[in-house]
């Protein structure tokens, strides 16, 4: 697929993290904050770490902070990147020697992000562009505090912390899968405006799922292809596909690359989009503060409502095709 010439990008002056969060996000993140254990878990994970500053060490000390002549070229995208979304704070970056692909945003006050030296041998500048954005947009709606205390949960074994000998943790544990792959999602929309090439977008979903940087394989992977094959995914819906795809994104702290792919090609088919673009967008301070829970709630109630129509009509269907099959065996057999 050819890159069409982008347009200059635009910037956001003073433009709220709500803006891009998905519907599903702050609901699933107040379903969190409302599991029993939550606040108990939380207020002992910061105390076990020492609060800011033992977050900090706990994930800086094998991982090389980025700036101007530590990976120069990767700290100027890095610094455009805020500059487009007017953040005043440039958050400190770090890249961590790791094979696996991951990036992430972390801290309580100040929050850094992670890049996994993994990202870097993977993605082309176009990539990393979608994915520092992606990561800035969790610092900007919050989640790098949630999402701190999750990898400690995950990573951290309850031998380790025994603060929370005795907490049921998996409700909690569950609880913040589910908000993190909302969260995802919305990440996702700021990887997208901060890039502002859908293109990139994109093919970073489709990296992610299996892509080899050239030299080594260049030109092997095509963007149509892999959305052709997330629409297949999407209509998967026979017999115990639901089942399976149920299962398997249960314990899972992201959405399936195709699924994300999908997603934000929906977001961008619905025009929210363009009218970022266009400059309607909510800005930081009272207008971001002050609108109401209720009405994310509400969206998010619509959200989750549609998807389970969806899910339980293409039960419905799976299990029509499943009886009609069974009817024609059946005839079969009683005509032979």
């Known amino acids: 697929m050819a890159t069409p010439a982008l347009r200059p990008r635009r910037t956001f ?26 606040e108990e878990i939380t207020k002992k994970i ?6 800011e500053r033992g977050i900090r060490l706990l994930f800086q ?15 100027t995208t890095h610094v455009e990147v805020c500059t487009t979304f007017d953040w005043p704070e440039v958050p400190e970056l770090y890249v961590s020697q790791t094979p696996v692909f991951n990036a992430g945003a972390y801290g309580v006050d100040h ?32 989640h790098a505090f949630y999402r701190t205390i999750a990898a400690i949960l995950f990573l951290v074994s309850a031998k380790a912390l ?50 080899v940087r050239p030299p080594h394989q260049g030109g092997q992977l095509d963007l149509d292809t892999f959305m052709a094959q997330a629409h297949e995914y999407g209509q998967s819906n026979d017999g115990l596909d639901i089942f399976y795809k149920v299962l398997s994104t249960l314990l899972l702290s992201h959405p399936m690359h195709t699924v994300r792919a999908a997603e934000l090609q929906g977001w961008i088919a ?10 309607e967008y909510t800005r930081r301070g009272p207008e971001n503060a002050e609108r109401p829970l209720k009405d994310d709630l509400s969206a998010a109630g619509d959200y989750y409502s549609r998807e389970a129509r969806e899910t339980f009509s293409q039960v419905v269907d799976a299990a029509k095709k499943a009886a009609e099959r069974a009817r024609d065996a059946f005839r079969n057999t009683q005509q032979r």
């Open 46 to 51: 910061l105390a076990f770490l020492g609060g």
């Open 270 to 279: 619905a025009g929210d989009y363009d009218r970022i673009l266009r400059g």
């Open 111 to 142: 929050p850094f992000i992670v890049l996994h030296t993994a990202a870097l041998e993977l993605l082309d500048d176009d990539e990393l562009r979608v994915l520092l954005a992606h990561e800035l947009g969790h610092v900007m709606s919050g």
């Open 61 to 75: 000390a094998n991982a090389v902070r980025v700036g101007p002549t530590q990976f120069p070229k990767l700290w």
């Open 13 to 38: 002056p003073a433009i709220g993290g709500i803006t891009w969060e998905h519907p599903a996000d702050r609901a699933a993140l107040q379903a969190l904050r409302s599991v029993p254990g939550f």
């Open 162 to 211: 025994p603060a929370l000998v005795g907490i049921v943790l998996w409700p909690v544990q569950l609880a913040f899968l589910e908000w993190s792959r909302k969260a995802e999602l919305s990440a996702d929309r700021a990887g997208l405006l901060g890039s502002q090439d859908p293109i990139a977008a994109q093919r970073l979903f489709m990296n992610m799922a299996g892509g």
